[in-house]
């Protein structure tokens, strides 16, 4: 646990303004700030940053909090979390009691990773600022209807074609080469150590304080929904990590609901269109952790899948994470892209953000018709098929919380399928 003397300082260096300025344009209103409350829309500022108090408040809607409380409110962190946030902004070291000799070893080993995957992060970023590869990655966004202003929003980087280009770097660096193989951003070759990474656009991916934990990259010549990530590592697990979640969290809050799409580019698209409460999987699910702390965003709310249904496996991952979501009390949506096979990207380039908005609203539904209807078509006249498209469905029926919206979704089921409601039920509880 961190130290009381490093809390105290952290506490005592924690300004209220500077850290409520990360998320609020403030003006000055006497001795006072003034700004828009960012827990929940408003059109009058009504929310007041005292200086002399080190404290917040919203008139509208009551929240606020000091610098720690103000963070734990916004972001969902944990105190630990908004402590080490605050220490990250004023640079204060963290001293740590009661570790044992394992333990600080983990914690200076998940340190060193964290400071390394930032340089890397960095260096990448240097090599899309160099004008020959700004214009190849800008070629390709340019052609997904994606603009420059999407680079610097999600930290975007280049690896050009030298194979040892990152390896040169770390080593000059002075950072370890073993650490870069394990976080899977080198590999051995036959002649040496090469880079994992070779002309493709590179997606940093943080954690939800900030922190790069890994990256996702897309081959400049590859199909624009293929992505690559770095192995799963003490910091990285690319199979439950998610993209967007650090530049989404705080809309998330605010809005209480979130759309969970295909890929990366998806993502971008939606935030350049204003819709920024969306993130994707990185690989076939999404982390535990990273699913309650969803659910104590969105609470009453909701989350809204949007798929281009491309391939079984796309949809499995989708229909995994619905059920993720479900057993944690979010109500889920579904809706497809008007065109199967077009990607969120493609389809907002030829058309205005309200419409797609208004798109969204008019064609999502909830999770069982969506899947059901999805499976059972898929499955048409094959029984066998049949059969596993309604057990599968009842799966995620059985994920609800409450035992009313199961009742309610096993009449839908039953109408989709002509199955009584009874026999649905049984079948159901034996699964």
Request: charged share 20%.
């Amino acid at each position: 646990m961190i130290d009381q003397a490093t809390v105290e300082q952290i506490r005592n260096a924690a300004n209220i303004v500077d850290v409520v300025a990360d998320y609020v344009s403030l003006h000055r209103s006497g001795a006072n700030y003034k700004g828009l409350c960012p827990f929940h829309n408003e059109r009058t500022p009504s929310f007041i940053v005292s200086p002399a108090k080190n404290y917040c408040h919203c008139f509208g809607c009551g929240k606020g909090g000091d610098p720690i409380g103000f963070l734990k409110e916004l972001n969902n962190y944990t105190y630990r979390e908004a402590l080490v946030h605050l220490a990250n902004k004023f640079h204060i070291e963290i001293k740590e009691v009661d570790l044992s000799s394992e333990e600080i070893a983990e914690r200076q080993k998940r340190q060193s990773f964290l400071t390394l995957c930032d340089f890397v992060c960095k260096h990448y970023q240097q090599q899309i600022a160099v004008e020959s590869n700004n214009a190849t990655v800008m070629a390709r966004l340019n052609a997904l209807g994606l603009h420059e202003a999407v680079v610097k929003l999600f930290g975007l980087g280049y690896a050009d074609s030298t194979p040892d280009s990152l390896v040169d770097m770390i080593s000059k660096a002075g950072f370890s080469i073993s650490n870069a193989n394990d976080l899977g951003l080198v590999a051995p070759l036959a002649n040496g150590m090469g880079d994992v990474i070779n002309k493709a656009i590179v997606l940093p991916v943080y954690n939800k304080t900030g922190k790069v934990t890994g990256f996702a990259w897309h081959s400049i010549e590859a199909d624009p929904t293929s992505f690559s990530a770095t192995c799963r590592s003490a910091i990285f697990n690319p199979q439950e990590s998610v993209f967007g979640l650090f530049q989404a969290n705080h809309a998330i809050s605010k809005a209480k609901s979130c759309f969970i799409v295909d890929n990366p580019f998806d993502v971008m698209a939606m935030h350049q269109n204003g819709l920024t409460n969306t993130i994707s999987p990185i690989g076939e699910a999404i982390d535990r952790y990273i699913i309650n702390d969803l659910a104590k965003s969105i609470k009453d709310d909701s989350a809204t899948l949007i798929t281009a249904h491309r391939s079984p496996q796309q949809l499995a991952t989708m229909f995994r994470i619905a059920d993720q979501l479900i057993a944690a009390g979010i109500n889920v949506f579904a809706v497809n892209t008007p065109q199967p096979e077009s990607s969120i990207a493609s389809t907002l380039s030829g058309c205005s953000a309200s419409a797609w908005t208004q798109y969204i609203n008019d064609n999502k539904q909830d999770i069982v018709t969506w899947k059901a209807t999805i499976l059972l078509n898929d499955a048409a006249n094959n029984n066998t098929m049949r059969i596993k498209a309604i057990r599968s469905t009842l799966r995620t029926i059985k994920a609800m919380r409450d035992a009313t919206c199961q009742q309610i979704y096993l009449s839908v089921l039953s109408k989709l399928t002509r199955y009584p409601v009874e026999t649905l039920s049984k079948e159901m509880n034996n699964l």
